[in-house]
């Protein structure tokens, strides 16, 4: 299996600036690609999970990292489509091959739902190249897969929530029963555990696996929140995107602590409930993003995976509000812990 480190970038996206160096990973037997560099004007597709731009947590992140780019990239030019609650399959696929029928080069999938999708158009379309965040198993020699350690980030999450909990009972409220949420709760339930072996922890999903729904259903997470609240937790984790409004709502009805996910929350929730968020657990889509376009336009772009972790800083968390402060040094010990190895954190 060969790894490639890629030069480390800058990007400052409505947080502290971050530096992070990609890690290229081919699979086992094949060297990593390089798709057919582009010339010219830089036209990028990009399409978004359900909530879009605008749902302050996931599809921001990603909007983000286009921002970014085109600010200091020249040249770029970008298509914005984002999918519909409740949307069959296959408009994803009609929406990603309409790009590329287009001409749009590279188009970037946030999402693992567009996985079956680029699947499909990716082999048709060879000379076009494709990025999707979070799903590992599509593959092509124009694919490359942007890819975040969430379970390490999400240990951090857990060990925040033991330590701020004066009950010993805390949650989690995730968008749907995926692998790629399953991977916030496992982490989270280790950091917990971490920190107070003997905690309770509530776990309640939104969907079924293959739903998305519950990633756009805010009153659906703030009655599982409320539940939670009702029943002693004083801290609960959303892991469920525009949804994660509605456990903000229900913290700050029962007057307990809420963490955001992806995004510094903190910053871009209601106002009226900002107040509630501890922490937020960010992943580093803008500079994924911004990373793979600015490899597009100087050629250095690859296919395979690339993963971005605490080493590398793109998965962390946020001091917005001052709530953890008096913790921070026992994260950052934590944090360093994980990143040596002396803590061991399964992605499930």
Avoid at 147 to 158: P, T, Y
Avoid at 170 to 185: A, D, I, T, Y
Avoid at 291 to 310: E, I, K, M, Q, W
């Amino acid at each position: 299996m060969e790894v490639r480190l890629r030069a480390f970038r800058t990007v400052m996206a409505g947080a502290v600036a971050v530096s992070v160096a990609m890690t290229a990973v081919a699979g086992c037997g094949g060297a990593v690609e390089t798709a057919t560099p582009h010339t010219g004007r830089l036209r990028v597709g990009l399409v978004y999970d359900i909530g879009g731009r605008g749902d302050k947590s996931y599809n921001d992140a990603a909007a983000a990292g286009v921002d970014e780019a085109k600010r200091n990239l020249t040249g770029l030019r970008v298509r914005e489509v984002a999918a519909a609650p409740g949307e069959p399959a296959v408009r994803k696929l009609e929406r990603v091959r309409a790009l590329a029928e287009a001409g749009y080069n590279p188009i970037i999938a946030v999402g693992y739902s567009y996985a079956p999708a680029l699947a499909r158009i990716a082999p048709k379309f060879p000379r076009t190249r494709f990025a999707i965040v979070d799903e590992p198993t599509v593959s092509g020699p124009n694919i490359t897969n942007l890819l975040f350690a969430e379970e390490q980030g999400s240990f951090l999450m857990g060990a925040v929530a033991a330590m701020k909990s004066r009950t010993g009972d805390v949650g989690l409220v995730g968008g749907n029963r995926s692998p790629l949420v399953r991977k916030f709760e496992v982490g989270y339930v280790q950091g917990v555990k971490h920190v107070n072996p003997r905690a309770r922890i509530r776990i309640a999903y939104l969907t079924s696996p293959r739903d998305l729904s519950g990633f756009d259903r805010p009153d659906k997470a703030r009655k599982a929140a409320r539940r939670m609240y009702r029943a002693g937790a004083d801290v609960v984790y959303q892991v469920a995107g525009a949804s994660g409004a509605g456990v903000f709502q229900a913290a700050d009805m029962a007057g307990a602590w809420a963490i955001g996910v992806d995004y510094d929350q903190a910053k871009s929730a209601d106002p009226a409930v900002r107040h509630v968020i501890l922490t937020s657990m960010i992943k580093r889509i803008d500079v994924a993003v911004y990373d793979y376009l600015a490899g597009v336009v100087d050629h250095t772009v690859t296919s395979g995976r690339v993963v971005y972790d605490l080493k590398l800083g793109g998965v962390d968390y946020t001091l917005t509000g001052g709530h953890i402060t008096d913790i921070q040094p026992r994260l950052e010990e934590l944090k360093q812990e994980i990143i040596h190895g002396r803590v061991k954190v399964s992605p499930g």
